[in-house]
């Protein structure tokens, strides 16, 4: 399965109850504030090979 070692440790964090996680399907490029930001950071780190710390947005 494709990104196995990233979405297994993300699965494990968002069944703990002591977390509250809410996933939302969004379409890609529709405009979504968020999700436009998570592009940019995705394509740079794929980009620089390097991750970066963005600001904590609330929905």
Not at 17 to 27: G, L, N, S
């Amino acid at each position: 399965m494709a990104n196995r070692d990233l979405w297994e440790p993300l699965l494990q964090l968002a069944l703990d109850p002591a977390r509250p996680v809410r996933f939302d399907w969004v379409k890609g490029h529709s405009g979504d504030v968020m999700n436009d930001r998570v592009d940019l950071l995705a394509t740079t780190a794929a980009a620089t090979q390097r991750g970066t710390a963005g600001e904590h947005f609330e929905s």
